[in-house]
């Protein structure tokens, strides 16, 4: 996966750099623990959410670090809808069934997408998760995390992938859709 993750090391939360010019180090950038909202260490992957509403990827290895990091520090761990896994659902490798349709329409509409929005959403990354899942034959979850990677992975097409001058606003916009149906504070606290 190309998706920038971020890791768990002597207790910080590090970022990874966002660009590296040649003949540069990389050097990861330390989360301050006060921009972090929440955590769900049960996601895949599992995630961290600042204040501005930013997903951070941590790696499923480091889940149990993530569960104490959350504790030592006092972050509420919040399960919210996977609204891109729900989005996304009809590009796994696997059948999309009646059943399956109603269900993420109703998780979708909950979150207040109705079907045009959802049509619009999956009519603009269907291309590229095609694409993207053509090479990863992923039957079982497809979410954010892969349509963040999908996004300039390589392994795509390059008619697919999103210009790399565009990935800041689709970043931004993929990272506002994953924040609809949570309200701070309300349901889904563990």
């Known amino acids: 996966m190309?998706?920038?993750i971020s890791v768990l090391?002597?207790?910080r939360l590090l970022r990874p750099p966002s660009e590296v010019r040649p003949g540069e180090r990389a050097r990861a950038e330390a989360v301050p623990v006060a921009v972090v909202r929440d955590a769900d260490p049960a996601a895949a992957p599992p995630e961290v959410r600042?204040?501005?509403?930013?997903?951070?990827?941590?790696p499923a290895v480091q889940r149990a670090e993530l569960?104490?990091?959350?504790?030592?520090h006092g972050i509420p761990v919040v399960c919210r809808p996977d609204v891109w896994g729900d989005l996304l659902e009809p590009f796994l490798d696997t059948e999309f069934t009646p059943a399956r349709r109603a269900a993420t329409a109703a998780a979708l509409?909950?979150?207040g997408l109705d079907e045009a929005?959802?049509?619009g959403i999956r009519a603009e990354v269907?291309?590229?998760?095609?694409a993207y899942n053509s090479l990863h034959w992923d039957w079982a979850h497809l979410g954010l995390a892969d349509l963040l990677d999908a996004a300039s992975a390589a392994t795509v097409p390059e008619r697919y992938r999103i210009a790399?001058?565009?990935?800041?606003?689709f970043r931004a916009r993929a990272m506002a859709v994953a924040e609809l149906g949570h309200s701070p504070g309300g349901p889904g606290r563990r």
């Open 2 to 4: 190309d998706t920038e």
């Open 9 to 11: 090391t002597d207790g």
């Open 50 to 58: 600042t204040v501005t509403g930013e997903k951070l990827f941590v």
């Open 67 to 72: 569960e104490e990091f959350c504790r030592r």
């Open 109 to 111: 509409a909950r979150v």
């Open 117 to 119: 929005a959802v049509a």
């Open 126 to 130: 269907g291309p590229l998760m095609v």
């Open 164 to 169: 790399p001058d565009r990935i800041p606003a």
